[in-house]
C-alpha cells in the first residue's frame, strides 16, 4: 500500500503563486510516476502535470511555462510550483503515483486551490 499526503493548496488572487507538495510513503519503488491531476466542478479530472524517476516531465498545455514539476526522489516527494495563477486554474488538485513494477495506482485526497479576486 502506498499512502499521499498532498499539502500547499489555498485561496490566491490573479496571478499570485502557490506549491502544492505530496509526499509518498508506503511500498513505493524507484521506477514510478508522479503527477498532478486536478478536477473543477462539473468537469472532468484532467493530468496538469507528471513527472517520472528519471526527472523527464510532461505538461498540459494549459499550464505549460506557468507551473513547474519537480520531485525529491529521497523524501519520495513530488512539489507543483504554479506562478501566475489564472482562475480558471480554481480545482481540486490531486497527487498520483504510478509504480510501474506493480502497474498499481494511487491518489491523494486532493487540495482546493481557488483562484479569485
Known amino acids: 500500500q502506498v499512502q499521499l499526503v498532498e499539502s500547499g493548496g489555498g485561496l490566491v488572487q490573479p496571478g499570485g503563486s502557490l506549491r502544492l507538495s505530496c509526499a509518498a510513503s508506503?511500498?513505493?519503488?524507484?521506477?514510478?510516476?508522479m503527477g498532478w491531476y486536478r478536477q473543477a466542478p462539473g468537469k472532468q479530472r484532467e493530468l496538469v502535470a507528471a513527472?517520472?524517476?528519471?526527472?523527464?516531465?510532461n505538461y498540459a498545455d494549459s499550464v505549460k511555462g506557468r507551473f513547474t514539476i519537480s520531485r525529491d526522489n529521497a523524501k519520495n516527494t513530488v512539489y507543483l510550483q504554479m506562478n501566475s495563477l489564472k482562475p480558471e486554474d480554481t480545482a481540486v488538485y490531486y497527487c498520483?503515483?504510478?509504480?510501474?513494477?506493480?502497474?498499481?495506482?494511487?491518489w491523494g485526497q486532493g487540495t482546493q486551490v481557488t483562484v479569485s479576486s
Open positions: 498520483n503515483i504510478n509504480i510501474w513494477v506493480t502497474a498499481e495506482e494511487y
Open positions: 508506503g511500498s513505493i519503488f524507484r521506477l514510478n510516476t
Open positions: 513527472i517520472i524517476s528519471s526527472g523527464s516531465t
